[in-house]
């Protein structure tokens, strides 16, 4: 049996939402990426998060749950990661304090190696 993505998010939250659905209406379906979110506990931000993928004959009523849940407007058309374009796939959602905290880190390492240098010993 073929499967095919119908749904990639980095929300665990989500992805729970669906599979709860999926299995009131009786879809069958599998998931990838949840084994690696929660090893990883970033939120997906080291794989290309998290996905279910339906059978291909069930694909239309997993949509149209999908609509229903109004967790996204548009579902995937069933392409692969890769063939999707740059503007279809969703970024990971990284806040900017993520950057901030980065950037003081390096301040503050090369105020260590500036006084370091300069000490004259």
């Known amino acids: 049996m073929s499967y095919i993505v119908v ?8 992805l729970s939402i669906l599979k709860n659905l999926f299995d009131e209406e009786g879809v069958a379906y599998r998931t990838y990426g949840e084994a690696i979110d929660s090893a990883a506990n970033i939120g997906g931000l080291g794989n290309d998060g ?3 993928e339906v059978e291909e ?10 609509k ?4 996204l407007d ?5 392409k692969t990661f ?7 796939r969703r970024k990971p959602q990284v806040g900017k304090w993520v950057f901030v905290l980065l ?4 301040v503050l390492v090369a105020i260590i190696f500036f006084v370091w240098f300069m000490s004259g010993n």
């Open 57 to 66: 004959d069930e694909r239309t009523k997993a949509t149209e749950i999908i």
């Open 103 to 106: 950037a003081a880190l390096v």
């Open 74 to 78: 548009n579902p995937y058309t069933g």
């Open 68 to 71: 229903r849940s109004g967790l």
């Open 7 to 14: 749904f990639r998010t980095s929300s665990r939250h989500e």
């Open 82 to 88: 890769q063939q999707m374009s740059h503007s279809e």
């Open 50 to 52: 998290m996905r279910i």
